[in-house]
């Protein structure tokens, strides 16, 4: 079974530019949640989709959006990038949502901002 | 809403020695609780995970932890570490109900030495 797969693995882009991560999860599983990864801050939610509704919201600016298809593949836009945007960003899809099962995660796309 | 607090940033340890890595959380509500480890240049991968019953929980690779409700701790510990354990470890919490993400700390970087 193929695991969580993300796109691209690095991107370099430059501040004002805007940028599209996409992730395709496990087969079978609906909920797709991201996170922002970065040296001493950790791990940040983003938002949670399930079954292309957006569940969840993390506290970042509106600069931030996403969306789920149909297929449950998922992407991530950040909108007018500021330096600050540079970090791991992790996809992370689950079976369902009854909140005990584990979340498993891809490899991350590193954005670099310029 | 849930926090989770990683007391240590970075813990180095000698091969064979025991380790904790201590996680404090903060919840009105009843919460499930994880651990997460993220070796280098990989995603996160669920390591344990205390959603009721028993208050100690044991990994395949020799880790456990111990949930105390009374002092809102998570303890990961293990008697005996090896340079593989090398990692950054991850505590998290998600309440039992309702609809909220996982919420994770910040991380602590485990370095076993030779």
């Known amino acids: 079974k193929a695991g969580v797969t993300q796109t691209p693995r690095y991107l370099i882009k430059t501040r004002g530019q805007q940028v599209t991560l996409s992730c395709s999860p496990i087969s079978g599983h609906r909920s797709v949640s991201w996170y922002q990864q970065t040296p001493g801050q950790g791990l940040q939610f983003l938002f949670e989709y399930f079954s292309e509704t957006q569940r969840n919201k993390g506290n970042f600016p509106g600069r931030f959006s996403g969306r789920q298809f149909s297929n449950s593949r998922s992407e991530m836009n950040v909108s007018t990038l500021e330096l600050g945007d540079s970090a791991l960003y992790l996809c992370a899809s689950s079976l369902d949502r009854t909140g005990a099962e584990k979340l498993f995660f891809g490899s991350g796309t590193q954005l670099s901002v310029l | 809403a849930q926090s989770v607090t990683q007391l240590d940033s970075q813990v180095p340890v000698f091969e064979e020695a025991p380790v904790e890595l201590r996680c404090n959380y903060s919840s009105s509500v009843s919460v499930y609780l994880f651990w997460y480890v993220q070796y280098p240049n990989q995603g996160l991968q669920l390591l344990l995970k205390?959603?009721?019953?028993?208050?100690l929980v044991e990994s395949i690779n020799g880790f456990e932890a111990e949930f105390n409700k009374s002092q809102t701790s998570f303890h990961l510990r293990k008697p005996s570490v090896h340079i593989s354990d090398t990692a950054e470890y991850f505590c998290?919490?998600?309440?039992?109900?309702?609809?909220?993400?996982?919420?994770f700390g910040k991380g602590t970087r485990l370095s076993v030495i030779a």
């Open positions: 205390y959603l009721s019953g028993s208050t």
């Open positions: 998290a919490v998600r309440r039992n109900s309702g609809n909220t993400p996982l919420v």
